[in-house]
């Protein structure tokens, strides 16, 4: 399989672009899920999606090592060409190096001011200028409305994709009216396209990632997909 065709199978394919057929510059996403059922998984095949199509990313990584999400991309990308058969895997391997950066933010040290303090220091001297921005780690169940507002602004200031992941809790039923559960039901509206992972219904031997919410007309409510259970690799 060449570059291209691994590129047009991606299932998550289907949200890179409006009803329109245009590329959407602009948006702030979320994948939430319980514990331990593969949101940072998500995340990065969202990341590589973007880098395969050319686009620079900064992962930003709260309370874990450089080298943790390193290994995420390492065995996302492995078990990705491994099933695909991917012609020239090294080169694109350091493509995708050449097109990632990796920070890392102790909790108490991320917030807008410091994260955009360090992304223009790399626009402005010329090293890296990311067009889309991942959030691993973000914890909702401290932070304000206004913070995410703020990142928000950001978004629209950097001209970014911002996906984040946050963690639900089985005995939280808090629920917005959009079916965004709890700690980010309060906060839906900020959100452009939210995804939840769910485990395996009776009968499934995987989970799934289910559409809740999508303004930018990528991909209707309700779409589902399959997560492969020992790769976490998101399935066409």
Not at 212 to 227: Q, Y
């Amino acid at each position: 399989m060449l570059k291209q065709d691994l590129i047009a199978k991606n299932p998550l394919r289907i949200l890179s672009q409006d009803a329109k057929g245009k590329e959407i510059s602009q948006r702030m996403g979320l994948v939430m899920s319980r514990a331990g059922l593969g949101k940072t998984a998500i995340l990065v095949q969202l990341a590589l999606d973007s880098i395969l199509n050319g686009k620079k990313i900064v992962h930003v990584s709260i309370d874990q090592s450089l080298d943790k999400t390193r290994v995420w991309y390492d065995d996302i990308f492995k078990d990705i060409v491994g099933a695909e058969h991917l012609e020239n895997a090294a080169a694109v391997a350091a493509e995708i190096m050449q097109h990632r950066m990796i920070m890392t933010f102790k909790v108490s040290a991320f917030n807008r001011p410091r994260l955009e303090e360090r992304l223009n220091d790399l626009v402005q001297q010329d090293i890296f200028r990311p067009e889309c921005l991942i959030i691993d780690g973000f914890d909702f169940t401290k932070a304000s409305r206004e913070d995410l507002a703020d990142l928000r602004e950001l978004m629209e200031v950097m001209d970014l994709n911002i996906w984040f992941s946050a963690v639900s809790h089985r005995e939280d039923e808090r629920v917005s009216a959009n079916g965004i559960p709890a700690p980010c039901h309060e906060v839906d509206d900020l959100f452009d396209t939210v995804m939840v992972i769910q485990p395996p219904a009776e009968k499934q031997n995987c989970n799934t990632l289910n559409v809740v919410k999508d303004t930018t007309g990528a991909v209707e409510v309700g779409t589902s997909l399959n997560i492969d259970p020992s790769s976490l690799v998101v399935q066409g």
